[in-house]
Structure formats: C-alpha cells, structure tokens
C-alpha cells in the first residue's frame, strides 16, 4: 500500500517553460512534505518542504503547493533548466513517526533546450 | 559540520559472494540512520532504519542484514548476495525534519 505517489513515472518539459510535479499520499497523518531532487549515481539532495499549516513555500524557481483536503500536492519549476533535469521524489512525514520518511516512486523531469 | 560518507562507490560481485557497505556519519550524534535501495527504473526502498546502538528494524525481508555497532556507523551485509540485490544503495541520516543521504553505492551482481 503507497502512502505517497507519484503518478507520473516521466515528465517532458521545454526550457523556460514551467514544470509542475504532482505528489499524492493517503495518510492523513502526514504532516511535513519534503521534495528531494536525484542525479543518476549521485544521492538525494533536499530541494524544498513544506509544513501542513501552510499551503505555499517558495523558493527561487522552486514553489510547493499543499492541498491537505485533497491529499495533493505539487512541486512548480519556473523558469525550467536543463539542469532541473533529474529524478525528482516526493516525501512525507509524520510527526508522530519521528523522522521517517515515506516516499514517493519519482518522477524523471526532463528539460529540453 | 554534519557530512554522511558511504563507501565503496560502485561495486561489482559474483553471485553468492558476501557483501558490506559501510555509511558513517560526522558531526552529530544519536542521529537516526536508514539503508535505502534505489533498483533501476524504481523509487526508493526503505531497508532498514536504526535510532541507536544495536537497534535496526527491518522494513523488507530480504537476503540483506544491517548493524549499527557504533553510536554513527551503519553497516548493510549480506552472506550471500542475489542477483536481484542488484541496485543503488543509499545510507540517509535524520535529526530533525528532512533526510540527508549518502553519494551512493552502485552494486551489480554477476
């Protein structure tokens, strides 16, 4: 049973287009939702969070909007780069579970000149 | 400053021959440590998770086994490895919020 998923196992965008990578979970618990980006051979690196008291974080090109009614949430790339290009994965906690994650199964952005 | 290392890099076995990866962690203590696999084309597999000394739990069983024999040192064995242990192995360490992860292990079995 995926508590977190990404339905999207690809995404194929334009450079200097906006990317937007969606995120489902089903535990109602979770209350911190995380994004890590991933090159191949290299580990995750931390891109963004967000917490269930808010419904927008921004960063840079990076924002996060969180719909706790739906159990969504998405990750916006704008402007896209050619080095967004990577394996982006989705993650939640809880916090009556310490500091596991669960994650989600990713989604493979690419970028094109 | 607080660095995780995971060695060796990329590693190529024979079927059934023994494996260890080691993950250490610098610059903090009692961190929560985890053993993930990424298998090709997959998501993240949580392994095994450790909050002390001596204590791992197992999310998936398996032909792998993990050790923490000390308070930032986290070892994944095997006695005997598969050719489905095939993957990239990610050690991660937690404090508070979010993970950082290893630079990874790529292990092919042949």
């Known amino acids: 049973d995926q508590q977190v998923k990404q339905n999207s196992p690809s995404l194929s965008v334009q450079e200097g287009r906006i990317s937007i990578l969606n995120c489902d979970y089903t535990n109602s618990m979770f209350d911190y939702f995380l994004w890590y980006k991933k090159y191949p051979a290299e580990g995750p690196t931390f891109l963004i969070s967000i917490s269930s008291i808010k419904d927008k974080n921004e960063d840079g090109r990076f924002t996060v909007f969180l719909n706790k009614s739906a159990k969504h949430l998405s990750l916006h790339i704008v402007p896209s780069q050619p080095g967004d290009s990577a394996v982006y994965f989705c993650?939640?906690?809880?916090?009556?579970?310490?500091?596991?994650?669960?994650f989600g199964g990713g989604t493979r952005l690419m970028v094109k000149p | 400053s607080q660095t995780i290392h995971q060695w060796p890099a990329t590693l190529v076995q024979p079927v059934g021959s023994p494996l260890s990866l080691e993950c250490t962690v610098e610059?903090?203590?009692?961190?929560?440590l985890y053993w993930y696999r990424q298998a090709a084309g997959r998501g993240l597999q949580l392994l095994f998770y450790?909050?002390?000394?001596?204590?791992i739990s197992s999310e998936v069983p398996q032909n792998l086994s993990a050790s923490r024999p000390q308070d930032r040192q986290f070892i994944l064995s095997s006695k005997k490895l598969l050719l489905s242990d095939s993957g990239f192995y990610l050690c991660?360490?937690?404090?508070?919020?979010?993970?950082?992860f290893g630079s990874g292990t790529r292990l092919t079995v042949v």
């Open positions: 610059g903090t203590s009692n961190p929560n």
């Open positions: 450790s909050v002390g000394i001596g204590q």
């Open positions: 991660a360490w937690s404090v508070r919020g979010g993970y950082t």
């Open positions: 993650a939640a906690s809880a916090g009556n579970a310490g500091n596991m994650l669960t």
